[in-house]
């Protein structure tokens, strides 16, 4: 069984290598090596991950390491010698230890040793701040590691930052989710607003209700959200235009309670919302409040065309939609024929007036069709509730994924601190909120140290996609899968280099995406998606033999899906994996890391 801290180590590697590159600050102590001198005391050194040229302040002999620290940044990097390699003598290191004025035991010098060797940059401030993590935490290697990759992430160095990210790396989200809601439903205090809402929150990804209470949780929700879902439902069309709050709860309890017994039997149907709300969200498309601001402007300027056919207004809403990525960025919400459409009208050097009007009437229903979040979390929380109830077919398993990991995004409080840059009003209390909220408010123990635990795990998913590169973007996520029957989360890896259009949303045709699943029949499994210029790679690891063939005979049908995606499949590979356990280390590269060097061509 494959460590999960070494499956997030991953891509940690690479996040290391970039740490090491980052620019150098004033103040920072690192190792250097001589390379070459140069005259008026400038030299080519080797710090860390790079070679500079840097201005000496004392002689120095080439061939040589030192300690250097960085005096001052510019068109030249000031270096003033601290001492001599101090790592390749006791005595040198215990002298550097003591001008920090931090401890000299073994598992400081241990680990300033390893810094030293591997050319991490430290200040002093931050050196007595890892002397502090390490006494208080660093009793095993993967604390120790843990630690070094905080260094290399430039995070904060607090017990805070550090307790998250060791309850992330260490603990399961559903079964966080799950014993906090079981403690919160048996408590002497489980009713109130927030409460109820925090529970339903947690039910919907943990809870796994048998037959005769599967539309218990629907009930539930509709009882806490009533006004909302008919509001929701009637802007949608998915309701009578006459029908009113009361008889839509009416006939909404009704066909819940005949849906228990038998679907058909349902006064309301359930099947045509669903399917209603399948076609909204299928029509969804990630845009940025400034996305929204130049699609009007645009659907404002074109519609002018018939009035004053101006060749000039085309070309430029041409060039603002090409400068704000829309072009791709709603491609999601176009069927085939609409997608040529806009694409012929796109290289036409000039287009009709035929073409502009259909070109304005489409982007006008691609904006007018966008729901505010909360909408979309309302929306897709009662699409799954009813696909679990099979009032109809379910949805497929690709699909309740994907409106799955979107709701937990959404939701979890992952992207908080993003929704608050970006002034959204319409934002719903996250749960990560809502934990708070509980804290605050003084639980009894049990329930609060529960709400800490998960709260300190979606804290350190937050941190473990925070990176310093904007040469590279991060995501890694661990979804509740207990909804897919699954006894374990999900691990969801991607990395890639940001768009051209700015900001940190990955390039889909240069990334890289790791899956880690622990399958009931296939045990546990590991997927690499490697995509280079929509060209993609897969590798399957497995320790089951039979993977081979069943890999074989599904390439064809994912060769034709990704086809229609415009990529294309240039191979399919699987291999075993090992049966040992794994943990990663800093001093012997992770088996884990052996695969993604040996199976992912990938550059920034």
């Given at each position: 069984?494959?460590?999960?801290?070494?499956?997030?180590?991953?891509?940690?590697?690479?996040?290391?290598?970039?740490?090491?590159?980052?620019?150098?600050?004033p103040?920072?102590?690192?190792?250097?090596?001589?390379?070459?001198?140069?005259?008026n005391?400038?030299?080519?050194?080797?710090?860390?991950?790079?070679?500079?040229?840097?201005?000496?302040?004392?002689?120095?002999?080439?061939?040589?390491?030192?300690?250097?620290?960085?005096?001052?940044?510019?068109?030249?990097?000031?270096?003033?010698?601290?001492?001599?390699?101090?790592?390749?003598?006791?005595?040198?290191?215990?002298?550097?230890?003591?001008?920090?004025?931090v401890?000299?035991?073994?598992?400081?010098?241990?680990?300033?040793?390893?810094?030293?060797?591997?050319?991490?940059p430290?200040?002093?401030?931050?050196?007595?701040?890892?002397?502090?993590?390490?006494?208080?935490f660093?009793?095993?290697?993967?604390?120790?590691?843990?630690?070094?990759?905080?260094?290399?992430?430039?995070?904060?160095?607090?017990?805070?930052?550090?307790?998250?990210?060791?309850?992330?790396?260490?603990?399961?989200?559903?079964?966080?989710?799950?014993?906090?809601?079981?403690?919160?439903?048996?408590?002497?205090?489980?009713?109130?607003?927030?409460?109820?809402?925090?529970?339903?929150?947690l039910?919907?990804?943990?809870?796994?209700?048998?037959?005769?209470?599967?539309?218990?949780?629907?009930?539930?929700?509709?009882?806490?959200?009533?006004?909302?879902?008919?509001?929701?439902?009637?802007?949608?069309?998915?309701?009578?235009?006459?029908?009113t709050?009361?008889?839509?709860?009416?006939?909404?309890?009704?066909s819940l309670?005949?849906?228990?017994?038998?679907v058909?039997?349902?006064?309301?149907?359930?099947?045509?919302?669903?399917?209603?709300?399948?076609?909204?969200?299928?029509?969804?498309?990630?845009?940025?409040?400034?996305?929204?601001?130049?699609?009007?402007?645009?659907?404002?300027?074109?519609?002018q065309i018939?009035?004053?056919?101006?060749?000039?207004?085309?070309?430029?809403?041409?060039?603002?939609?090409?400068?704000?990525?829309?072009?791709?960025?709603?491609?999601?919400?176009?069927?085939?024929?609409?997608?040529?459409?806009?694409?012929?009208?796109?290289?036409?050097?000039?287009?009709?007036?035929?073409?502009?009007?259909?070109?304005?009437?489409?982007?006008?229903?691609?904006?007018?069709?966008?729901?505010?979040?909360?909408?979309?979390q309302?929306a897709?929380?009662?699409?799954?509730?009813?696909?679990?109830?099979?009032?109809?077919?379910?949805?497929?398993?690709?699909?309740?994924?994907?409106?799955l990991?979107?709701?937990?995004?959404?939701?979890?409080?992952?992207?908080?601190?993003?929704?608050?840059?970006?002034q959204?009003k319409?934002?719903?209390?996250?749960?990560?909120?809502?934990?708070?909220?509980?804290?605050?408010?003084g639980?009894?123990?049990?329930?609060?140290?529960?709400?800490?635990?998960?709260?300190?795990?979606?804290?350190?998913?937050q941190?473990?996609?925070?990176?310093?590169?904007?040469?590279?973007?991060?995501?890694?996520?661990?979804?509740?899968?207990?909804?897919?029957?699954?006894?374990?989360?999900?691990?969801?890896?991607?990395?890639?280099?940001?768009?051209?259009?700015?900001?940190?949303?990955?390039?889909?045709?240069?990334?890289?995406?790791?899956f880690?699943?622990?399958?009931?029949?296939?045990?546990?499994?590991?997927?690499?998606?490697?995509?280079?210029?929509?060209?993609?790679?897969?590798?399957?690891?497995?320790?089951?033999?039979?993977?081979?063939?069943?890999?074989s005979?599904?390439?064809?049908?994912?060769r034709?899906?990704?086809?229609?995606?415009?990529?294309?499949?240039?191979?399919?590979?699987?291999?075993?994996?090992t049966?040992?356990?794994?943990?990663?280390?800093?001093?012997?590269?992770s088996?884990?890391?052996?695969?993604?060097?040996?199976r992912?061509?990938?550059?920034?």
């Amino acid at each position: 069984m494959v460590e999960m801290n070494a499956f997030r180590s991953m891509l940690s590697s690479s996040v290391q290598k970039s740490g090491q590159t980052q620019p150098l600050r004033p103040g920072q102590m690192l190792m250097g090596n001589i390379l070459e001198l140069y005259p008026n005391q400038k030299a080519a050194i080797q710090l860390g991950g790079k070679q500079v040229v840097a201005q000496l302040e004392t002689a120095l002999t080439a061939r040589k390491q030192y300690l250097f620290q960085v005096s001052s940044v510019g068109d030249v990097i000031r270096l003033r010698k601290i001492t001599d390699a101090p790592q390749q003598s006791e005595q040198g290191l215990d002298r550097l230890l003591q001008q920090l004025g931090v401890s000299t035991n073994r598992q400081t010098k241990a680990f300033f040793q390893q810094m030293l060797t591997q050319g991490v940059p430290f200040t002093r401030e931050s050196g007595q701040q890892i002397a502090s993590l390490l006494a208080t935490f660093g009793n095993d290697s993967s604390s120790q590691q843990l630690l070094l990759s905080m260094i290399n992430r430039r995070l904060p160095l607090t017990d805070q930052v550090f307790q998250s990210l060791q309850q992330y790396q260490t603990s399961s989200i559903t079964e966080q989710m799950s014993s906090l809601q079981n403690m919160i439903q048996s408590s002497s205090d489980s009713t109130g607003d927030m409460r109820q809402s925090l529970q339903r929150q947690l039910q919907f990804f943990t809870n796994q209700q048998s037959t005769n209470q599967i539309s218990q949780p629907l009930q539930t929700m509709i009882q806490q959200q009533g006004q909302a879902i008919f509001s929701l439902l009637q802007r949608m069309g998915g309701l009578p235009s006459d029908m009113t709050l009361n008889h839509f709860q009416q006939q909404i309890n009704q066909s819940l309670s005949a849906t228990s017994h038998n679907v058909n039997q349902a006064n309301l149907s359930l099947s045509a919302i669903q399917s209603r709300l399948q076609s909204a969200l299928q029509t969804q498309v990630s845009l940025q409040p400034s996305d929204h601001q130049v699609l009007q402007r645009v659907t404002q300027q074109l519609s002018q065309i018939s009035d004053n056919p101006s060749q000039s207004i085309v070309t430029n809403v041409k060039s603002m939609m090409e400068s704000q990525g829309l072009y791709a960025k709603i491609q999601p919400a176009l069927t085939s024929s609409e997608s040529l459409s806009l694409q012929s009208w796109r290289q036409s050097g000039q287009p009709s007036i035929q073409q502009t009007q259909s070109v304005e009437h489409l982007l006008n229903r691609v904006q007018t069709q966008q729901l505010p979040q909360g909408d979309q979390q309302l929306a897709r929380e009662l699409l799954l509730h009813l696909s679990r109830m099979r009032v109809t077919e379910s949805l497929p398993v690709k699909d309740e994924f994907v409106h799955l990991m979107k709701q937990f995004v959404q939701t979890s409080g992952i992207q908080d601190e993003a929704q608050m840059m970006q002034q959204n009003k319409d934002q719903n209390f996250s749960i990560k909120q809502m934990l708070m909220l509980l804290n605050q408010q003084g639980q009894e123990g049990a329930v609060s140290e529960r709400a800490t635990r998960l709260l300190q795990s979606l804290t350190g998913m937050q941190l473990h996609m925070a990176n310093q590169d904007v040469n590279l973007s991060q995501v890694a996520l661990q979804i509740p899968a207990e909804r897919f029957g699954l006894a374990k989360d999900i691990q969801l890896q991607l990395e890639g280099k940001p768009k051209e259009t700015g900001g940190s949303e990955i390039d889909p045709d240069f990334c890289r995406i790791l899956f880690h699943l622990d399958l009931e029949r296939m045990g546990e499994t590991m997927m690499a998606v490697s995509i280079q210029k929509r060209m993609i790679r897969l590798t399957v690891y497995n320790d089951q033999k039979e993977t081979k063939a069943l890999l074989s005979s599904f390439e064809p049908l994912l060769r034709n899906k990704l086809e229609l995606l415009g990529y294309q499949l240039s191979s399919v590979h699987w291999k075993e994996m090992t049966g040992s356990e794994h943990t990663f280390t800093t001093s012997q590269p992770s088996p884990m890391n052996q695969y993604t060097q040996e199976r992912i061509d990938f550059r920034v």
